[in-house]
């Protein structure tokens, strides 16, 4: 059982940053590919990026692309979410997530509670 805790939302103007990061716990945490994901209200839960066991390979949804980084940290079994030139629409709960092994399917094994980020226009 992986336990994954957010940390680091908030509220921030429109055009600012924001660095999220998700502690792992229970797995060995290189074993996981990691994503975050985000919900706004009203709307489905949405995909933002993913990234493999070693950072080489990450995958970001066109919304976020070239503005979000995600990077993982082995040895500190944590996942960061850098998110710059946030707008309005960014505004949701975001949601780390684990996958065990190589590939990302779905909403991921494991789910974090969520932290709220909320851009203010």
């Known amino acids: 059982q992986v336990q994954l805790v957010e940390s680091g939302g908030g509220l921030v103007q429109a055009g600012g940053s924001l660095r999220l990061s998700c502690a792992a716990s229970?797995?060995?945490?290189?074993?996981?590919?990691m994503g975050w994901f985000r919900q706004a209200p009203g709307k489905e839960r949405e995909f933002v990026a993913t990234?493999?066991?070693?950072?080489?390979?990450?995958n970001y949804a066109d919304s976020v692309k070239g503005r979000f980084t995600i990077s993982r940290d082995n040895a500190k079994n944590t996942v960061a979410l850098q998110m710059n030139s946030l707008k309005p629409e960014d505004t949701a709960v975001y949601y780390c997530?684990?996958?065990?092994?190589?590939?990302?399917?779905?909403?991921?094994?494991?789910r974090g509670q969520g932290t709220q980020v909320t851009v203010s226009s």
């Open positions: 990234i493999n066991w070693n950072g080489g390979r990450t």
């Open positions: 997530a684990a996958k065990y092994g190589s590939n990302w399917s779905g909403l991921g094994d494991y």
């Open positions: 229970g797995g060995t945490f290189s074993n996981y590919v």
